[in-house]
Every structure is written in C-alpha cells, then in structure tokens.
T-cell receptor
C-alpha cells in the first residue's frame, strides 16, 4: 500500500505570494490533518479534514486554509506569505472516524522557504 | 491546553546500550499516545500507538509504556544501534488533534 504523498517536496517563495501544497492520503483513509513544524514552535496542528469538511482547526490565522476533495486528497493554501511561514508542512492521514482515535500516518513533508 | 514535555532534549549513547526516553503531559484526558521517529528533514514514522486503556505496547526492540494518571509515557529502546539515531517525538491525542512534544534527539555512537 502506498504511503502518504506530498507535493511538492521543496518550495521557495517570496513574501506576499501565495502557495498551495498537496497531500494524497493512504488509500482508504478519509481523514487528513495538516501540521506546521518549525524549530521554534515545534509541531503545531493546522486543521483536519474528513469527508470534504473541515472538522477541526488549530490556532492559525485565516491566511492558512485548506480543502479536501471527494477522493480524500487535500490541499493547503497559504496566502500573503510571511517570512515566519517558512517551515516543514506535514500532512497525516488516518483510516476512519475521528483522527483522535486512530493512528496517524505522516507524509514526507513539504519544505517551504519564504524569502 | 495540553502541554507535552520530553526529557532529555538530546541524548548520546554508545552502541549497544539500553535507553529510556521520557514524555509527560499535563491533561490526562487523552485518547491515545503515539511515539514517532523523525530523521533530519524528513516526515514522521509511527513507532508505537498506545490506546488510553492500554499500559504498554511492544514492537521489536521498542517498548512504550503509558501511565495516564501520572501523565507519563516512556519509550524503552533495547540494544541501541547507530541506525536508531533520530529525533523521537511523542504525541498525545485529545478530542480534536495531536499535541506534540518537542522531541528528544538521540545519537547512538558506533
């Protein structure tokens, strides 16, 4: 079974631009969660999607948004990029139901650098 | 808000040693606890998942324990190998998401 895939793996943008990251979950997994990892803040939860609906949201500004498609693939968008958005963005999928109850499987991440 | 702490932040051991990594959390109302491994610049690899009703889980040379009442978990690695060098993260599952610790960076010296 293929694992969680994320594209692109690396991205360089400049301040003010916007970016879209993509995540394909493990086949059959319906829940996709996104996390931001930085050296200063560690791993922080962004949001979770389940059956095309955002179910949970972390404490991030509205510049961070996402969506999920009918095939469970998810995209994350960051608008008006700031230097502090430079981070490793990880997505995780879990089988069914509430992600809290199920093991999460992580992708390799997208390394975003904002110049 | 759930706070997850991992001690020590970094650890160096000679190959072959047994070692213990610690994880503590402030809110005992968790659904499960997961231990992950992260290699530099890479994603997270799930090592062990302990449901809140369980006390421990084992996988090969790894053993994780959970004491919900005291808010603690330990990851025991037996007979460490250089390939075990990585950052180890614990995460506790609340109602809405995972709360991660800051990790322990392990170096196993050949």
């Amino acid at each position: 079974k293929a694992g969680v895939t994320q594209t692109p793996r690396y991205l360089i943008k400049t301040r003010g631009q916007q970016v879209t990251l993509s995540c394909s979950p493990i086949s059959g997994h319906r829940s996709v969660s996104w996390y931001q990892q930085t050296p200063g803040q560690g791993l922080q939860f962004l949001f979770e999607y389940f059956s095309e609906t955002q179910r949970n949201k972390g404490n991030f500004p509205g510049r961070f948004s996402g969506r999920q498609f009918s095939n469970s693939r998810s995209e994350m968008n960051v608008s008006t990029l700031e230097l502090g958005d430079s981070a490793l963005y990880l997505c995780a999928s879990s089988p069914v139901g509430t992600s809290s109850y199920n093991e999460q499987f992580f992708g390799p991440g997208t390394r975003l650098t904002v110049l | 808000k759930q706070e997850v702490t991992q001690i020590p932040a970094a650890l160096s051991v000679p190959e072959g040693e047994n070692l213990v990594l610690n994880c503590s959390f402030t809110d005992s109302a968790i659904y499960n606890l997961q231990w992950f491994r992260q290699d530099p610049g890479k994603g997270l690899t799930s090592l062990l998942l302990i449901q809140s009703s369980q006390r421990e889980q084992t996988s090969g040379r790894l053993n994780a324990s959970l004491d919900k009442s005291s808010g603690r978990s330990t990851l025991y690695i037996a007979a460490s190998q250089p390939g075990d060098s990585a950052t180890y993260l614990c995460a506790v599952s609340g109602a809405n998401n995972l709360f991660f610790g800051t990790g322990t960076r392990l170096t196993v010296i050949p």
